[in-house]
């Protein structure tokens, strides 16, 4: 009954391959979210779909491409991995509208990328 | 624009010793404020958030936080910690206009001494 999942874990892949980290939430929310965690653990917002549409965008390389088949999943593709891109990333939903009101985000195990 | 400092990168503490971890924020208004936590291994967890009302919130597993509008700050305090406690502790922020969008501090480790 996980909230918040993610696949896979764990990705070691080698420079310059595709590769895609899925999420899916089962709690009803229909904003969903991609954030990044680099080695100094520092956590930044790059993507959010409301209703799976494109809400925030960061200043993400095109590299990264989000995709939202419905409301409860946000998978994040990535192309042409660099050695940069090793990180942890987080995915998480919440529900409602995105101004005015803050709801709670829940945030799913994260995905441990390397890039070798 | 807004930005969130966490000025301790660790901290260590004895089992039953009280906590306080310092959170300053920089923004023109009252942002939203929250606390995080993350055990090893796992995703982030909200302890505690501050919107408006009484400066002095109450969260989980015995955690509050304080909002000082002079100060800008919004430091989490608790009692007596306990070894379960050692995690890393994120402070964030999120403007009222988009409040989804969530501005993180770069995190404080706490690590609890036996």
């Known amino acids: 009954d996980t909230a918040v999942s993610q696949t896979p874990k764990y990705l070691v892949t080698q420079m310059g391959n595709d590769k895609s980290i899925k999420c899916e939430q089962n709690?009803?929310?229909?904003?969903m979210y991609w954030y990044k965690q680099d080695s100094k653990k520092f956590l930044k917002i790059m993507f959010s779909y409301n209703n799976k549409e494109l809400i925030i965008n960061e200043t993400v390389p095109n590299r990264f491409s989000p995709k939202s088949p419905d409301k409860a999943h946000l998978n994040l593709h990535i192309n042409s991995l660099e050695l940069g891109d090793s990180a942890v990333y987080f995915c998480a939903s919440s529900q409602g509208p995105t101004s005015g009101t803050y709801n709670e985000q829940f945030f799913g195990p994260g995905t441990r990328l390397t890039v070798l | 624009a807004q930005s969130v400092t966490q000025p301790d990168i660790h901290i260590t503490v004895s089992e039953g010793a009280s906590l306080e971890l310092r959170c300053n924020y920089s923004y023109g208004a009252t942002p939203y404020l929250f606390w995080y936590v993350q055990s090893p291994g796992q995703g982030l967890q909200l302890l505690l958030k501050?919107?408006?009302?009484?400066?002095l919130v109450q969260g989980i597993k015995g955690f509050e936080a304080e909002f000082k509008r002079s100060q800008s700050s919004f430091n989490l305090r608790k009692p007596s910690v306990h070894w379960s406690d050692a995690a890393e502790y994120f402070c964030?922020?999120?403007?009222?206009?988009?409040?989804?969008?969530?501005?993180f501090g770069s995190g404080t480790r706490l690590s609890i001494r036996p």
């Open positions: 501050y919107f408006s009302g009484d400066t």
């Open positions: 964030a922020v999120a403007m009222y206009s988009s409040a989804s969008k969530i501005i």
């Open positions: 709690l009803g929310h229909d904003t």
